[in-house]
């Protein structure tokens, strides 16, 4: 079985959580008119940084996993991991969450939209370290 390079997986959860900030720093307004959450626009708790940094650890871990078992150390490589990761897991779950429990379908894609992004910078960072 393939190595899951300690770095790599180091890497990509800095990535993904800075990439996730600044996603939803750029759309935090249109976040904030559909989600409730969103717009009370309370200071982060530290507590929840550190889920968000434990959350990005625990998918660069996956991630690193997916690639070492697939050998898949090519940029382009890691491109096609992620977009397959995001339409497997973070797509098919946000259009069950619009059509079975009735998610805002803007909210759906704010969401969507920063899962593609990490996943796709993840994949890509941990395929060409690795």
């Known amino acids: 079985m393939p190595d899951v390079d300690a770095i790599a997986v180091l890497v990509g959860t800095v990535a993904a959580f800075?990439?996730?900030?600044?996603?939803?720093?750029a759309f935090g307004e249109q976040l904030a008119a559909v989600s409730e959450a969103a717009a009370a626009q309370e200071p982060?708790?530290?507590s929840t940084l550190a889920i968000e940094v434990l959350r990005s650890l625990l998918v660069a871990a996956v991630v690193a996993g997916i690639a070492a078992q697939g050998e898949i150390d090519s940029w382009a490589g890691g491109l096609l991991l992620g977009l397959a990761l995001w339409v497997g897991f973070p797509l098919v779950l946000w259009i069950g969450a619009v059509v079975h429990d009735e998610a805002?379908?803007?909210?759906?894609?704010?969401?969507?939209g920063d899962w593609l992004v990490k996943?796709?910078?993840?994949?890509?960072?941990?395929?060409?370290?690795q």
């Open 44 to 46: 982060t708790p530290p």
């Open 104 to 112: 805002p379908a803007k909210l759906a894609v704010i969401h969507a």
């Open 119 to 129: 996943l796709l910078a993840i994949s890509v960072l941990i395929a060409v370290l």
């Open 18 to 25: 800075v990439l996730g900030g600044a996603y939803y720093a």
